[in-house]
C-alpha cells in the first residue's frame, strides 16, 4: 500500500496514529513551489492581513510544472476585503456569544467569494486537525492518477479487513469485508458516508508522488511522516474546493464528478444546517480528539445558491462535539446571511436536523 496519509480519517488521535503506523510515510524531494507574481503574503491565520479598502496586491499561484505554460490555479488578493467587514464583525460577534454559552473554546472562519477576489477571516488565530476533511485530498489524488490511467475508476478492489474506527454519522449503507469494489464505488463511500474502509482501501492506487506534488502546488504543508497531529488552517483547507471550483487541477469532468460527490455527504448537521433547503452544498467534515480532553469539529464546502457560490471553512474546538456541531451551524447560518456584506432576506432553512 502506498503510504503517506496520516490523513485523516479518524476521529480519535490513536486511531490516526494507528493507521499512519500501517501506511507510513515516505519522504519526498522539495518540490519547487508556486511562483507568486506579487508580494507573497502568508494565509496561515497567525498572520492574517488587515482589512483594506483599497488593496492592489494579488498573488497569482500557478502550476509550475515542466513547459512552457503556467496554468493558474487560483489567485488571492493580499488583504482582506472592507466590503465583507461587516460579514467578519458578525462573525466574530456570533463566536464571542458561542463561548460565553460554553459551546466552543476556539473557532476560526475563513470565507471567500468565488467569483470575486473578495475573502475575510474570523475568529481565533488557529490551526486545527483537518482529520476526515483531508479525504478530499485523497479523492482529488485519485482522480488526478486515473487521467493518466484510463480505466482505473472502474478498477475492483477487495476489502480485506476493516478499520474499526468509528464515524460520526452511521453510513446508510456499509462496506463489507470480502467483497470487491470499484474504485469509483470506494470514492462515493469515503466522500458521501466517510466510510474509513474505503479510505484505506483508496491508498493502494494513490500516487506519492503525485500526492506531494499537489501539496507543493498548493503551497500547502505536507504532512510529515513522523506527525501524528498535522495541522492545518481554514484559508489552506479552501485551496482544495478552489481548485476543484476553478477546474485548475484536475480535468473538467473529474472537476464535476469530485464536486457532485461532496453534494452527496449524507452529514447535514454542520454547514447545510445553517443554510436554506434550496441551496446546494458541496462539502465535507471531519472530527478529531485533541492530546486533551477537547475536541475539534469541523465542516468545509462551497455553497451554491441563486447563481452565486462561496467557500467557506469553519473550523472549532470544545468539550461537547454535540454543541460544536451547532455552532458550527449557527455560524454557518451567519455566513448565509451575511454573505455579501450585508445582512441578507433569504429564508432559512426550514426541516428540523437529523438525529
Partial sequence: MKGKLILLVSACALAVAACFVYLSLQT????????????????????????????????????????????????DLNCESAELAPLKEKINT??????????????TVYFKELNTLR????????????????????????????EFK?????????????????????????LQKGNFYTV?????????????DATKLLFSVMDDWEYADMYAKLNIPQPHHEDFFYRMSPANMAKFYRVLYNVSYLNEENSEYALKLLTQSEYTQGLVAGVPREAK????FGEHFTE???????????????????????????????ALEKAVAQLSEV?????????????RKTQSPQA
Fill in 281 to 284: 452544498v458541496a462539502h465535507k
Fill in 28 to 75: 519526498f524531494n522539495a518540490l519547487d513551489k508556486p511562483i507568486n507574481e506579487k508580494a507573497v503574503v502568508s494565509e496561515s491565520l497567525g498572520s492574517a492581513p488587515t482589512l483594506s479598502e483599497s488593496c492592489e496586491d494579488i498573488t497569482m499561484v500557478r502550476d509550475q510544472h515542466t513547459g512552457l505554460t503556467k496554468p493558474l490555479l487560483f489567485a
Fill in 119 to 146: 475573502w475575510i477571516q474570523a475568529g481565533d488565530k488557529e490551526e486545527y486537525y483537518p482529520a476526515s476533511m483531508l479525504k478530499i485530498a485523497v479523492m482529488l489524488n485519485v482522480l488526478k492518477v486515473s
Fill in 94 to 107: 456570533a463566536i464571542s456569544a458561542l463561548k460565553n454559552e460554553g459551546k466552543l473554546q476556539k473557532a
Fill in 335 to 347: 455566513c448565509f446571511l451575511n454573505r455579501t456584506g450585508k445582512a441578507s432576506e433569504s429564508p
Fill in 292 to 322: 486533551g480532553n477537547a475536541k475539534q469539529f469541523h465542516d468545509s464546502g462551497i455553497v451554491y445558491f441563486s447563481g452565486s457560490a462561496y467557500v467557506v471553512v469553519i473550523m472549532t474546538e470544545g468539550i461537547d462535539l454535540p
Fill in 150 to 174: 484510463p480505466g482505473l475508476l472502474d478498477q475492483r478492489l477487495q476489502l480485506t479487513e476493516t478499520t474499526g474506527f468509528g464515524v460520526l454519522e452511521k453510513p446508510s449503507v456499509q
Fill in 184 to 196: 469509483s464505488e470506494l470514492l462515493e463511500a469515503m466522500i458521501a458516508r466517510s466510510d474509513n
